[in-house]
C-alpha cells in the first residue's frame, strides 16, 4: 500500500472441518480338536454274518410285591391370571400458544405507556435476526421560501445476524442529502451501485465495498483507489478495511442512521423516555399493517430536551442541524423557552413486537435561538432585539421491519484475500 493516505470524498449527508473416521476390525477364530486313540473308529474287513445268538428260556421273574397304590397327583395348580394390560399413556397435548399481548387503546396514562414500552423491550430482545429498511424526509425553509426537501426516500437497507450488519445506501439518496444540506434543490437520479459495507459490532470493524466508491467520479473517489488500480487490483472484488481508529471517527458516522439497525434505536429513545416520565402525551391510533403483518399503531410526544445524552448518535448528528457539526450543548437545550418535542410513531404486532418506528422533529426553533445566540455575540446593541426570519427545519426518519428471526437471512464477513487495509482519513 502506498504511503500516502487518499481520503474518501463521501457525501456529507452519508452519515453514513477431515473429517476422519477410523474403523478398526478385529476377527478372532478359535478351534479346539483333542486326538484320543480310544476315540478312534476301526474299520470292518470280514463282512460275513456273525453266527445266530443261541436263547434259553428263563423263568419269568418273581412277582413283586404289593404296594399301596400310589396317591394321584396333586392337581396342578391353574396358573395366576395376568394381570390386565396397563393403559396407555394419554397423548401428549401440544403446549398452547402464548395468548396474543392486549394492546390498549384510546389514550395512554404513564402506567400504559410503560407496560406497552416494557412488553416492547422484552420482546425486541428475542431478535437475533433482521431486516430493515429506512427511509428519510428533511424539509428546509428560510423566511417562508422553501429551499430544499426530500420527502421520504429510501435511504438505507441493513440485515443483521448477530453482531454482523450488512449496509446498502442508495447513493442517489446521498446526492439528495447532499443537495439538501447545500440548500440546493433535489439532486436529479443518478445510475450509481449502493455503498455497501460489512460492519462486525463484536470487533468493531468496518469493511466498505471498493466499487462503490469506483463508481464516483474522477474528482470525488479517494486517491487509494486509483492507487490500487495501477498496482493491477480489481477493485471490483475488493473490500476495504479502515483502520479501527477512523471506524469510531469516520465511518460510522459517515454511514449515518443506516449504519447500524435503527429500529432497536429508536425503540431505546422511546424507553428511555418512559423511564424518565419525559412521554408528554400517548394514544392509539388503530389498527394497521407493516410489511404484511398486522399492527396496531401509536404515536407519543416525547420531549428530547430531557432526554440528554440518551439520544441515538445518528440522531446527535441530525440535532446539529444542516451542515453537521457537533450536538447543541445541554446548557443550550435547557436554555430553550419551550421543550423540544417529538413526534414518535410505533406500530406493534399481536406479540408486542415493534414492527415500524419512526419520528418526525422540527427543528425550527432550535435553530432559531441558534442564530439568535450567534447575534447576540455580534456588536449588537444591548437590548436590541434582533429580527431572524423564521426558520422551518423538519427531519422525519420511519424504519419498517421487512423481516425478524427469518432463517433466511445471512451475513458473512469478507473473503480475507479480497481484504485490504486502506486510509479513511
Request: proline share 13%.
Amino acid at each position: 500500500m502506498p504511503d500516502e493516505r487518499g481520503s474518501v470524498t463521501v457525501s456529507r449527508g452519508c452519515r453514513a472441518t477431515t473429517f476422519a473416521g477410523c474403523l478398526v476390525a478385529v476377527l478372532m477364530i478359535a478351534a479346539a480338536c483333542s486326538d484320543d486313540g480310544e476315540s478312534q473308529v476301526a474299520t470292518l474287513t470280514d463282512t460275513r454274518p456273525p453266527p445266530p445268538i443261541e436263547t434259553t428260556e428263563s423263568a419269568p421273574p418273581p412277582a413283586a410285591e404289593s404296594s399301596p397304590p400310589a396317591e394321584p397327583p396333586p392337581p396342578a395348580e391353574s396358573p395366576p391370571e395376568a394381570p390386565p394390560p396397563a393403559a396407555a399413556p394419554p397423548a401428549a397435548e401440544p403446549p398452547p400458544e402464548p395468548s396474543p399481548l392486549l394492546l390498549p387503546e384510546g389514550d395512554l396514562d404513564g402506567a400504559a405507556v410503560a407496560a406497552l414500552v416494557a412488553a416492547a423491550d422484552a420482546a425486541q430482545s428475542g431478535v437475533t435476526s433482521s431486516r430493515e429498511q429506512l427511509y428519510l424526509t428533511m424539509e428546509l425553509s428560510f423566511g417562508g421560501q422553501s429551499m430544499a426537501s426530500v420527502s421520504d426516500i429510501p435511504y438505507a437497507l441493513s440485515t443483521t445476524v448477530g453482531g454482523l450488519t450488512h449496509i446498502l445506501i442508495d447513493q442517489s439518496a446521498l446526492a439528495a442529502l447532499s443537495a439538501f444540506e447545500d440548500g440546493l434543490g433535489p439532486a436529479g437520479a443518478t445510475q450509481l451501485p449502493p455503498i455497501e459495507a460489512i460492519v462486525d459490532e463484536n470487533m468493531r470493524q468496518v469493511y466498505v465495498k471498493l466499487s462503490s466508491l469506483a463508481a464516483l467520479g474522477p474528482g470525488e473517489r479517494p486517491p487509494f483507489l486509483d492507487d490500487l488500480i495501477a498496482q493491477g487490483n480489481d477493485v471490483a472484488t475488493l473490500w476495504g478495511r479502515p483502520s479501527l481508529d477512523d471506524v469510531s471517527g469516520e465511518i460510522l458516522p459517515g454511514l449515518g442512521p443506516g449504519a447500524r439497525p435503527a429500529l432497536g434505536q429508536f425503540l431505546g429513545l422511546l424507553k428511555a423516555a418512559s423511564d424518565t416520565g419525559s412521554v408528554l402525551a400517548a394514544q392509539s391510533v388503530g389498527p394497521a399493517e407493516t410489511a404484511g403483518v398486522a399492527t396496531q399503531e401509536y404515536t407519543f410526544e416525547v420531549d428530547l430536551a430531557a432526554l440528554i445524552g440518551q439520544w441515538p448518535p445518528f440522531l446527535e448528528s441530525f440535532l446539529a442541524g444542516p451542515g453537521g457539526g457537533e450536538p447543541p450543548p445541554p446548557e443550550f437545550l435547557n436554555s430553550l423557552a419551550s421543550p423540544l418535542p417529538t413526534n414518535v410513531t410505533a406500530h406493534f404486532d399481536s406479540g408486542g413486537l415493534a414492527r415500524q418506528v419512526g419520528f418526525d422533529l422540527d427543528l425550527g426553533a432550535l435553530l432559531m435561538a441558534a442564530f439568535a445566540g450567534l447575534g447576540e455575540m455580534a456588536d449588537a446593541p444591548e437590548g436590541a432585539e434582533i429580527d431572524f426570519p423564521e426558520i422551518e427545519y423538519r427531519l422525519a426518519m420511519r424504519v419498517e421491519a421487512l423481516a425478524i428471526n427469518d432463517t433466511s437471512l445471512d451475513v458473512s464477513l469478507p473473503d480475507p484475500s479480497q481484504v485490504v487495509d486502506v486510509p479513511f482519513p
